[in-house]
């Protein structure tokens, strides 16, 4: 961010889904906010959002769930 002091929370939702044994599926999102805590007034933040999307294959096996 540039500054001295900032603060950063972070949040999102992940889904998995195995296709196979060792192909997995993701899909979720993720909420970011960037600010520097109210420390100086104004606080101006930024909030970004972003979605996300994976194909995981695994080259060891995996236990059965």
């Given at each position: 961010m540039g500054a001295a002091e900032s603060a950063l929370i972070e949040a999102g939702l992940d889904l998995g889904y195995m296709i196979t044994k060792r192909l997995e599926f993701d899909a979720g999102f993720s909420l970011t906010h960037f600010s520097n805590g109210a420390?100086?007034?104004?606080?101006?933040?930024?909030?970004?959002?972003?979605?996300?999307?994976?194909?995981k294959y695994n080259f060891f096996d995996l236990p059965n769930f």
């Open positions: 420390l100086k007034v104004p606080n101006y933040g930024i909030i970004t959002i972003a979605p996300k999307i994976s194909l």
